[in-house]
């Protein structure tokens, strides 16, 4: 199997997540990836005050930049989330975000004071500016060490969440996704590759090549396969249905080419997958009384 791309693909429930998250902690919060640009942004997403003076007044944004670079290769590093001070005197906090047990992006939140912090003494500048800097610094929201432990927290079980929805996916596997849910809705129907490709926006050959690069199988493999799933859980909750009855049922238009098929993929004829099942509902009920 070819490597999946590293690029994300976020739904719209994390921007929801993210601004709740955003707006509890009056701090900005956004969803970068794995290259560093970001995706999704809490709606807190405004520098704050004293963030702009450092940056239009004193050191420029380059630093923090490259700062946060280095500290999402040290949240990789360490597999976990991190918290640092950066060069202007404020916190903020990175956590690597999985998808697949690959880290795919990040989220991070920030800018914030911890209690007891000292402020930043910035030398040889203005009075005027100094005096402005003191008060957009009283002005960051400021934590105890024990509330950030929490907040901390609070953010894992956030990402641990994305990861366990799947709101968070790569590329290539939101397109699985996305054809999978288009067959398992239609596998009784009659459809054909051109009529997905067309639904889904995407092209029959970019289709065809990434099921092939990527799963090894077909678009008539996978529908073969959902159709097959289909006829066992009819004969699981019904074991007298017939052959004919659950080939025409799951979407086969020929009752023999069915039973090809279902003996050369579940490697039994069909007729044998039907005694087992009814079988399996005696044994039930004998059980139950």
Request: proline share 3%; hydrophobic share 40%.
């Amino acid at each position: 199997m070819s490597s999946m791309p590293m690029e994300l693909f976020l739904s719209d429930e994390v921007q929801t997540l993210l601004d709740d998250f955003a707006s509890l902690l009056d701090v900005r919060v956004t969803f970068y990836s794995l290259a560093g640009e970001p995706l999704r942004r809490g709606k807190a997403m405004h520098n704050c005050a004293y963030c702009s003076l450092v940056h239009d007044k004193l050191s420029g944004f380059d630093k923090c930049v490259s700062m946060d670079c280095n500290k999402q290769h040290e949240a990789v590093e360490k597999d976990q989330i991190i918290n640092y001070c950066c060069h202007a005197g404020l916190h903020e906090c990175i956590a690597p975000v999985k998808v697949r047990n690959r880290v795919a992006g990040f989220v991070m939140f920030g800018q914030f004071r911890i209690d007891g912090d000292r402020e930043p003494d910035w030398e040889k500048i203005p009075a005027k500016l100094r005096a402005q800097l003191h008060q957009a610094y009283l002005e960051l929201p400021c934590f105890t060490a024990e509330k950030l432990q929490a907040v901390l927290g609070v953010l894992k079980t956030l990402i641990d969440y994305i990861a366990v929805r799947e709101l968070a996916v790569l590329q290539g596997d939101r397109l699985r996704n996305e054809i999978d849910m288009y067959i398992e809705k239609h596998a009784s129907e009659d459809i054909r590759l051109p009529d997905m490709a067309k639904k889904l926006g995407r092209s029959v050959s970019t289709i065809s090549q990434f099921l092939r690069n990527n799963y090894q199988t077909s678009f008539k493999g996978l529908l073969l396969d959902a159709r097959l799933r289909i006829a066992e859980k009819m004969w699981r909750d019904d074991p007298g249905a017939t052959v004919a009855e659950v080939a025409f049922a799951s979407g086969f238009c020929d009752q023999f080419y069915f039973s090809r098929v279902f003996s050369r993929r579940r490697g039994m004829p069909p007729g044998k997958f039907r005694s087992q099942m009814r079988r399996a509902g005696e044994f039930s009920i004998e059980s139950e009384d």
